[in-house]
């Protein structure tokens, strides 16, 4: 029994050696090259979790210990890159090795800003092109959404919609396809399971639900408002034979304002069919800006109402709401107009 004893802990203290030195020499992991950065104040403990997090190391716990034991302790934030099978002396002399320090920059898109209003900022604070970056987010990065937008060659631009209103933390002079994968990651998470739930039960489409969202984002000021604005135009679009135009003015101001910004005036005319819901049938061909939650939950989960009309003072800020086209214009007398 002794002897059984003896050899099954002979057996596991050998195999669990193996695996330890598997870990410390970096056989079996993958060649993969991984760039991150490493924030000032991390430790020989944080280093250890924050590489296990990024996929370069196994074993944490074993980590620290060798790092303890080689004596090397003071870990150098900044840009870095790694790979999985580097052995961990090597990964430690990287840790400590004196590094260039990417300068970072804050970044604040608001609610219903523009593509070309977004990639106009990253420009101003020098994160990148605002060319680069429009081109960049308007190709496909592999994203889940991406895949069944129904967009057209015609929509002015391709991603307009998806960059989710957020405070970002960006490099200064990032690539470009750098800065579109961080956002397009935040809308992705920002949707989420729940949130597609609801899309696929409001028998709009993602691009529909966003497209929408971009008006009554530019339209309303509240969340109550929001979701009021949002059943008048999905009871229009619900009867296209009497309300065959949204007539939404923010459709007509992206003609105007952003197109003519973006493409020069000469261009207006060609995207007026397009966008302005005082011309074209049902949704313009694409959002005319990037919606905030608040903005997608009121097309997803709109007032019930009877209203087919609406109009804001432009003194008092008030919305005044009416089911028939009588009501509107005693509204619009109401509201000064």
């Given amino acids: 029994m002794i002897t059984v004893i003896v050899v099954s802990i002979s057996f596991i203290l050998a195999f669990s050696a193996i695996q330890l030195g598997v870990e410390y020499m970096g056989l079996t992991r993958s060649d993969e090259t991984i760039t991150f950065d490493i924030p000032e104040g991390t430790t020989r403990e944080t280093a250890a979790d924050l590489l296990y997090q990024k996929g370069i190391i196994g074993n944490p716990s074993f980590f620290k210990t060798v790092m303890k034991i080689s004596g090397k302790t003071d870990v150098v934030a900044g840009s870095i890159t790694l790979s999985p099978n580097m052995t961990y002396p090597s990964i430690i002399s990287a840790l400590v090795r004196s590094r260039r320090v990417y300068e970072t920059v804050t970044v604040t898109f608001t609610e219903g ?9 990253l420009e101003e604070k020098q994160v990148c092109a605002a060319s680069d970056f429009i081109a960049a987010f308007n190709e496909n990065s592999g994203f889940d959404f991406e895949k069944d937008l129904d967009t057209t060659p015609q929509t002015l631009y391709k991603m307009e919609g998806f960059l989710f209103p957020d405070t970002y933390e960006f490099y200064v002079q990032d690539d ?34 966003i497209t929408l969202a971009s008006i009554v984002q530019a339209e309303g000021d509240t969340e109550t408002n929001m979701k009021l604005i949002s059943s008048v135009f999905l009871n229009r679009l619900s009867d296209p034979s009497t309300y065959p135009h949204l007539e939404s003015d923010s459709t007509y101001f992206y003609v105007t304002n952003t197109i003519a910004s973006a493409l020069g005036n000469n261009s207006v005319s060609s995207y007026e069919s397009l966008y302005n819901t005082y011309t074209c049938f049902g949704l313009p061909i694409g959002p005319i800006g990037n919606p905030g939650m608040q903005a997608i939950l009121a097309v997803l989960e709109p007032e019930t109402t009877d209203y087919y009309f609406f109009v804001t003072d432009s003194v008092t800020g008030e919305y005044y709401y009416a089911s028939t086209y009588e009501q509107h214009k005693i509204n619009c007398e109401k509201a000064g107009y």
């Fill in 113 to 121: 800003m523009s593509l070309y209003k977004a990639a106009k900022l």
């Fill in 176 to 209: 470009p396809a750098n800065v579109v994968t961080k956002i397009k990651t935040n809308f992705e998470s920002k949707m989420g399971v729940e949130v597609m739930k609801l899309v696929e039960q409001s028998g709009l489409s993602l691009y529909e639900v």
